[in-house]
């Protein structure tokens, strides 16, 4: 585990939008130590697509715009309300022992929604394990995405049956499968477009890396939709990069976008515009999210450890609720009944998922050991004898 004070980590942020990283890092030690004493902050970073200020006010920008009905705007805060109160009810059963792990998407509300949003039926979406609001955009019920985290299940749900697929655990990985398939849509004469989630840290897989070279040169209708919360657990993006990871995509030969992935609005429309780009085969786009994990990387980890308080409350001032619920008010779009008519849905939706997930069917122990290979296999089979002896030398046979 890496500890980098925030200070510490600061210098390589001002390199801007050039790719001078390593000219910035082989600076003078005058120059590093001033450096050093800045507080690590996003404004020396690279411009962002941004169309809702934190203050939650709508700005315009020039290539990039989404002309939403009030409707449509209470629609997105809604989405984020109860997809922030499932997560928050996931990491209290988790708390309870009623969850073995949890990964809290905490302060990715507006990248999760406005991406999920501006995806059609007909889309694919090849998530991580943190896109709980993608999937609540798809029509997943959210009391599915539980079972694998209770230990009851190997997924949770049909992956065609709203064209998200199920969480992928090994990093990266699944942005193959998404330019595979990709790849397929486009042979098939489709005009639907894939999209696949990762984040900063997958950035570095090399999995990441050929899905990127692939989908360039086969022109495949694909979004590569990353989130860069800063963090891949203990690691801070400056492990990862040397460039802000969206012009990453200029070396492959496809355009890249930085987003303020705090900012629904932004998100929406970045993100329609790059499916469109698909969809008109003109080959994949890289999305960077620039965003924020609040929570734990999972609730196995101990953030204190390796970031400040303050990044944590820097962040918090750009909250992605909050700066739309500021624009809503201030354009008279919801009042207060309607604000508080959402707090109790959202609360019935986490009584809801604390009763389904209680419920929840123990499987049978042996069950594991089945779907393992279509034919079997000698080995599962060897496995599976050994832990039915296991089983069956405790006192009443079963386990207990
Ligand atoms: C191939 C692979 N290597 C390592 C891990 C262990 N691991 C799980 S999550 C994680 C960090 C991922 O960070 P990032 O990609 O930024 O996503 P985030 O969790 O921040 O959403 C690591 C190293 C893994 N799951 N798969
Ligand atoms: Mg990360």
Known sequence: MTVDSTAARQPRRSSGTSTSGTK???????????RAKKPRSSDSEPPLVQLLTPEGERVQHPDYDVDLTPEELRG??????????????ATALQRQGE?????????????????????????????????HAV?????????????????????????????FHLYTIVLGSQTLHATGYAMGVAKDGADSAVIAYFGDGASSQGDVNESFVFSAVYNAPVVFFCQNNQWAISEPT????????YQRAQGFGFPGVRVDGNDVLACLAVTRWALERARRGEGPT?????????????????????????????????????????????????DAAWFEELEAESEALGKHVREVV???????????????YADGHALVDEERAEFAAYQASFANGEGE
Not at 24 to 34: D, E, F, V
Not at 76 to 89: K, N
Not at 140 to 161: E, I, Y
């Open 286 to 334: 890289l999305i960077e999210a620039f965003t924020y994990r609040m929570a734990a990387h999972t609730t196995s980890d101990d953030p204190t450890r390796y970031r400040h308080d303050e990044e944590r409350a820097a962040w918090e001032a750009k909250d992605p609720i909050l700066r739309l619920r500021r624009h809503l008010e201030a354009q008279g779009h919801a």
């Open 358 to 372: 209680r419920a929840m069917p123990v499987p049978e122990h042996m069950a594991m050991f089945d779907n393992v």
């Open 76 to 89: 997105l805060y809604r989405d984020m309300v109860m997809t922030r109160r499932f997560d928050g009810e």
């Open 24 to 34: 910035a890092a082989a600076g003078g030690a005058a120059k590093r130590a001033a």
């Open 135 to 163: 999937a609540w955009c798809r029509g997943v019920d959210p009391t599915n995405l539980l079972g694998m985290f209770r230990g009851v299940n190997n997924g949770g749900w049909d992956p065609n049956s709203n064209n």
């Open 238 to 245: 400056e492990k990862q990069t040397r460039v802000p990871l």
């Open 99 to 131: 969850l073995g792990l949890w990964a809290s998407l905490l302060g990715q509300e507006a990248a999760q929604i406005g991406s999920g949003r501006a995806l059609r039926d007909d889309d694919y979406v090849f998530p991580t394990y943190r896109e």
